[in-house]
């Protein structure tokens, strides 16, 4: 059984920083895209950041140079820094394993989900 286990959210000052954690059990994602999604009350689900199969990475224009994707194949894990929070920043964040080697803007691109992990940025 394949699982997308986030950890790592919680409460945060804005301008201060979190890491969150997304552990991959069951199959390994080694060749296939990740990306980090979020969800804000009332909002759809956004794309945030994503890391293709050979590590090239990709983020959405609201966290450019402020949130950094990375993976540890060997882990199998996923890992979403997050600087110089804001409170615009605060939602569910879904880590998701892509259906090809390559990460998309598109939620229907992935596979699998995580259950999600609350982050909430207070001003």
């Known amino acids: 059984q394949v699982q997308l286990v986030e950890s790592g959210g919680g409460l945060v000052q804005a301008g201060g920083s979190l890491s969150v954690s997304c552990a991959a059990s069951g199959r390994t994602f080694r060749g296939y895209g990740m990306a980090w999604f979020r969800q804000a009350p009332g909002k759809e689900r956004e794309f945030v950041a994503g890391?293709?199969?050979?590590?090239?990475?990709y983020y959405a224009e609201s966290v450019k140079g402020r949130f950094t994707i990375s993976r540890d194949t060997a882990k199998n894990t996923v890992y979403l820094q997050m600087n110089s929070l804001k409170s615009e920043d605060t939602g569910v964040y879904y880590c998701?394993?892509?259906?090809?080697?390559?990460?998309?803007?598109?939620?229907?691109?992935?596979?699998?989900w995580g259950q999600g992990t609350q982050v909430f940025v207070s001003s």
């Open positions: 890391i293709n199969w050979s590590s090239v990475t």
């Open positions: 998701a394993a892509s259906r090809t080697q390559f990460a998309t803007r598109i939620p229907s691109g992935y596979a699998y």
